[in-house]
T-cell receptor, first 115, second 114 residues
Framework: GAGVSQSPSNKVTEKGKDVELRCDPISGHTALYWYRQSLGQGLEFLIYFQGNSAPDKSGLPSDRFSAERTGGSVSTLTIQRTQQEDSAVYLC?????????????FGPGTRLTVL | AQSVTQLGSHVSVSEGALVLLRCNYSSSVPPYLFWYVQYPNQGLQLLLK??????LVKGINGFEAEFKKSETSFHLTKPSAHMSDAAEYFCAVMTDTGGFKTIFGAGTRLFVKA
């Protein structure tokens, strides 16, 4: 594909339900990032994958959040027992490698609304 | 730990006027600095970046930014604003210690008046 894709584009769920958000990075990109963008706030780092290394999970806000990356490509961000404060746009980005200075290419995001 | 502060969540300029968006960073090691832009209903895209070398960096659409180590700043400027520049701008810092995660500022929304 030409760019980073994310699905679904919009997700409305009820409080307490689990959700899965998917990210398909640019082919050949070894680094993958998840961010959360809340209204009026900047991008909040969540998690970073680089190749086969252990992911940097330091940004995950609680143990309800988890992410995996299968085969070094597609990534899934899972939020368990969703809360209303989880409502935000979840952005995925990929870069050619994890080297500093490499541009990140962002997907269009998934807008999550928790009722 | 590194951090980014963008002064002013909203900036309004007239078409043709100077655009100045402020960014200050905190980092204990040499930083790599970025400006990203998010146009309405679109994803983020890279505007420009500083890694090493020349401290004045030129980006797309006539924007430029200057890395000033003594001021820990990386302000974004454009001599003459255009209506199409209306967007949200994010400053970001990345360092090569403790991983390569990028820390973003809270963003500055630029309004351009006719």
């Amino acid at each position: 594909g030409a760019g980073v894709s994310q699905s679904p584009s919009n997700k409305v769920t009820e409080k307490g339900k689990d959700v899965e958000l998917r990210c398909d990075p640019i082919s050949g990109h070894t680094a993958l990032y998840w961010y959360r963008q809340s209204l009026g706030q900047g991008l909040e780092f969540l998690i970073y994958f680089q190749g086969n290394s252990a992911p940097d999970k330091s940004g995950l806000p609680s143990d309800r959040f988890s992410a995996e990356r299968t085969g070094g490509s597609v990534s899934t961000l899972t939020i368990q027992r969703t809360q209303q404060e989880d409502s935000a746009v979840y952005l995925c980005a990929s870069s050619l490698s994890g080297q500093v200075g490499n541009e990140q290419f962002f997907g269009p995001g998934t807008r999550l609304t928790v009722l | 730990a590194q951090s980014v502060t963008q002064l002013g969540s909203h900036v309004s300029v007239s078409e043709g006027a100077l655009v100045l968006l402020r960014c200050n960073y905190s980092s204990s090691v040499p930083p790599y600095l970025f400006w990203y832009v998010q146009y309405p209903n679109q994803g983020l895209q890279l505007l420009l970046k500083y890694t090493t070398g020349a401290t004045l960096v030129k980006g797309i659409n006539g924007f430029e930014a200057e890395f000033k180590k003594s001021e820990t700043s990386f302000h974004l400027t454009k001599p003459s604003a255009h209506m199409s520049d209306a967007a949200e701008y994010f400053c970001a810092v990345m360092t090569d210690t403790g991983g390569f995660k990028t820390i973003f500022g809270a963003g500055t929304r630029l309004f351009v008046k006719a």
